[in-house]
Nanobody, 126 residues
C-alpha cells in the first residue's frame, strides 16, 4: 500500500510561482511512475505531467510545458511540481498519483494510476 500526501498549494498572483510536494510512504519500487493531475471546478481531471521513479524521465501536458517541472528527491521519497509563470487558468485542485507500473499505460491515462492523494488547492489571481 502506498500513501500520497500533497502540500504547498495556495493563492498566488498571475506570473508567480508555487512548488507543490507529494510525500510518498509505503513501498515504492523502481517501476513506479508518479503523475500530477488537476481538476478545475466543473471540468474533468486532466493530466499535468509525470515522472518515472527510476531514471526520472518526465512527460508534460502541452499546456504546462516550459512552465512546470517535476522532480524527485529519492532520499525524502517526495515528488515536486515546480510551477512558474502561473496563469489564472492554472487554478485547480492538484493531485499526485502513483502508477505501480505493472502494465504499461499512457501516463495521461487516469486509469493507469493505482493510488491518489487528497489534493491541494492552487488559486491564481489575475
Amino acid at each position: 500500500q502506498v500513501q500520497l500526501v500533497e502540500s504547498g498549494g495556495g493563492l498566488v498572483q498571475a506570473g508567480g510561482s508555487l512548488r507543490l510536494s507529494c510525500a510518498t510512504s509505503g513501498r515504492i519500487s523502481s517501476t513506479y511512475r508518479v503523475g500530477w493531475f488537476r481538476q478545475a471546478p466543473g471540468k474533468e481531471r486532466e493530466f499535468v505531467g509525470s515522472i518515472r521513479w527510476s531514471g526520472g524521465s518526465t512527460v508534460y501536458a502541452d499546456s504546462v510545458k516550459g512552465r512546470f517541472t517535476i522532480s524527485i528527491d529519492s532520499a525524502k521519497n517526495t515528488v515536486y511540481l515546480q510551477m512558474n509563470s502561473l496563469k489564472p487558468e492554472d487554478t485547480a485542485v492538484y493531485y499526485c498519483a502513483a502508477d505501480k507500473g505493472v502494465r504499461w499505460q499512457p501516463p495521461r491515462n487516469l486509469a493507469a494510476y493505482d493510488y491518489w492523494g487528497q489534493g491541494t488547492q492552487v488559486t491564481v489571481s489575475s
